[in-house]
């Protein structure tokens, strides 16, 4: 099993900036690629990042790409998104979450966090 807990959430203005955290407890952590997917109010569960095990790979979604970075460290079992130009389309619940494999794909991940909430104002 692995345990995942999301922090780091708040409400923002758009342009600005927020820094996700998720840290994790359990099996390994370095086995797994870890991905940040976000849910806004009425709408599906959506893949925003993700990244490899070995930190030597990163992907994101279109509507990120350029302003959102996620990282990892792996001597503290924690995964970072940090987000700037931040807009208001980008309210949701963020999610982080720890799969097998490198995915966009939210069922191909097995362990999930319980999510923290991003609010971007006008």
């Known amino acids: 099993q692995v345990q995942l807990v999301e922090s780091g959430g708040g409400l923002v203005q758009a342009g600005g900036s927020l820094t996700l955290s998720c840290a994790a407890s359990g099996r390994t952590f370095s086995n797994y690629a870890m991905g940040w997917f976000r849910q806004a109010p009425g709408k599906e569960r959506e893949f925003v990042a993700v990244?490899?095990?070995?930190?030597?790979?990163?992907n994101y979604a279109d509507s990120v790409k350029g302003r959102f970075t996620i990282s990892r460290d792996n001597a503290k079992n924690t995964v970072y998104l940090q987000m700037n130009n931040l807009k208001p389309e980008d309210t949701a619940v963020y999610y982080c979450?720890?799969?097998?494999?490198?995915?966009?794909?939210?069922?191909?991940?097995?362990?999930w966090g319980q999510g923290t909430q991003v609010t971007v104002s006008s």
């Open positions: 979450a720890a799969g097998a494999i490198v995915s966009m794909t939210s069922s191909h991940y097995g362990y």
């Open positions: 990244i490899t095990r070995s930190i030597s790979s990163t």
